[in-house]
């Protein structure tokens, strides 16, 4: 590890009167993969809007290699990619046009832009195969696919996943595992949100467990495992 990538000090993030986050301080070094856990409605997906400031923090700062994060496209340029729960393509558009949707950060240099989508094309061979297909009819998978594809188009050190696997075949996410491996292999950081606990302490270097909006543990896999944090956490109960 060459230090943090991504800082977040004292994070809270409300939704009017209801508080969804409370005082969370978590970090993802350079070249690691973190996972993000917890039971439903524990606060994690509010936690990585906050992060992006998709939904400004009531409190709380966030540094991207050492910058702050204070508004949405500043997170981008700072090399924040997110694939938010459910995917979330333009399903009336190609699957080249969603690609070039996510390489507006890079718009205006063409030959660059040609050159990323060529490389997720690569990563992900059965985009290349649709590429003048509507993302709309694609599958579950393929769009996620897609979603991660099209994240991976602004060129980030850091790709936030919500949710990997939500509603997927177990073959399909492991297809989808092992092109993360990959991309972490070659340098990109991942801060992921996975509904299978198992699988995601298997891939993670460092997990953080959330309850009721709040940071249970921090540790290692083995040592979440050890300590039965996992098992605590989920029985502590979800949060709002």
């Known amino acids: 590890m060459n230090g943090d990538l991504l800082s977040a000090r004292g994070l809270s993030v409300s939704y009017g009167p209801i508080s969804a986050v409370r005082n969370v301080s978590l970090r993802v070094g350079e070249g690691e993969i973190v996972a993000l856990l917890g039971p439903n409605g524990a606060g994690k997906t509010s936690v990585l809007r906050g992060v992006t400031a998709l939904v400004r923090p009531s409190a ?44 507006w950060a890079v718009s205006g240099r063409t030959s660059r832009l040609r050159a990323r989508e060529e490389q997720v094309f690569e990563l992900f061979p059965r985009l290349a195969e649709r590429r003048q297909q509507l993302a709309g009819q694609l599958s579950g998978g393929e769009q996620q696919m897609l979603a991660i594809a099209r994240a991976l188009m602004s060129e980030p050190r850091l790709l936030l996943i919500d949710e ?43 997990v953080y467990m959330l309850s009721k909006g709040r940071v249970v543990f921090e540790g290692t896999p083995a040592d979440a495992t050890k300590a039965g944090a996992v098992e605590e956490a989920y029985l502590l109960g979800a949060g709002t």
């Open 60 to 103: 709380g700062r966030v540094r991207m290699a050492g910058h702050r994060v204070d508004d949405p496209a500043r997170a981008v340029a700072l090399g924040i990619a997110h694939v938010p729960e459910g995917r979330r393509v333009f399903p009336g558009l190609t699957v080249r046009d969603n690609l070039l949707v996510g390489g």
């Open 164 to 206: 990997l696997s939500l509603g997927l075949a177990p073959m399909v996410v492991d297809t989808l595992t092992e092109r993360l491996l990959e991309l972490n292999k070659n340098g990109t950081s991942l801060l992921l949100i996975e509904q299978f606990v198992h699988r995601a302490l298997g891939i993670a270097d460092r």
